[in-house]
């Protein structure tokens, strides 16, 4: 079996595993990362959202051999209880949560915006989140929760 070496979180992660196995599985499986979440299985939903690089990226489809050497980034890498990243406190600050099933994948999606773009508009920040379903319906505090992510973070 093969290993594949990547970063996970900013530490070098080596994993002997099948190198057409879902990022998803090896995650909480093997590395106890539960942050990402199955959904859908078919890249759909945005629960299993990580970043690899600057991107969201769906994780319950993406094969190990595609992160080899990359940088992957789950929502336990954005911040710690002691230093949340200013996406975590802007969603706690906002209420813009319910369940949290999908909260994780949104964050590094949102995160994901943010270094990309780190002064959005609203209507890039509705496309950025497109691609990650919430039923509990709380869309648009998590809109404006990022908008005022980006605000803190432009002020630091």
């Given at each position: 079996?093969?290993?594949?070496?990547?970063?996970?979180?900013?530490?070098?992660?080596?994993?002997?595993?099948?190198?057409?196995?879902?990022?998803?599985?090896?995650?909480?499986?093997?590395?106890?990362?539960?942050?990402?979440?199955?959904?859908?299985?078919?890249?759909?939903?945005?629960?299993?959202?990580?970043?690899?690089?600057?991107?969201?990226?769906?994780?319950?489809?993406?094969?190990?051999?595609?992160?080899?050497?990359?940088?992957?980034?789950?929502?336990?890498?954005?911040?710690?209880?002691?230093?949340?990243?200013p996406l975590q406190?802007?969603?706690?600050?906002?209420?813009?949560?319910?369940?949290?099933?999908?909260?994780?994948?949104?964050?590094?999606?949102?995160?994901?915006?943010?270094?990309?773009?780190?002064?959005?508009?609203?209507?890039?920040?509705?496309?950025?989140?497109?691609?990650?379903?919430?039923?509990?319906?709380?869309?648009n505090r998590m809109?404006r929760a990022v908008?005022?992510?980006?605000?803190?973070?432009?002020?630091?």
């Amino acid at each position: 079996m093969p290993t594949i070496q990547f970063r996970l979180n900013g530490a070098t992660v080596v994993v002997e595993t099948d190198s057409d196995q879902a990022l998803l599985d090896v995650l909480r499986g093997r590395l106890g990362v539960t942050g990402p979440h199955f959904g859908c299985g078919a890249g759909e939903c945005g629960a299993c959202h990580v970043m690899v690089g600057d991107r969201a990226m769906t994780s319950c489809d993406m094969p190990m051999w595609s992160v080899a050497d990359k940088d992957v980034v789950t929502v336990e890498g954005l911040g710690t209880v002691e230093q949340p990243h200013p996406l975590q406190r802007a969603f706690i600050a906002g209420q813009a949560m319910q369940c949290g099933y999908c909260v994780a994948g949104i964050l590094v999606s949102a995160a994901a915006l943010l270094k990309r773009n780190p002064s959005p508009t609203e209507a890039e920040v509705r496309s950025a989140l497109d691609r990650n379903l919430c039923r509990c319906g709380s869309h648009n505090r998590m809109v404006r929760a990022v908008l005022r992510a980006a605000a803190e973070m432009a002020a630091s």
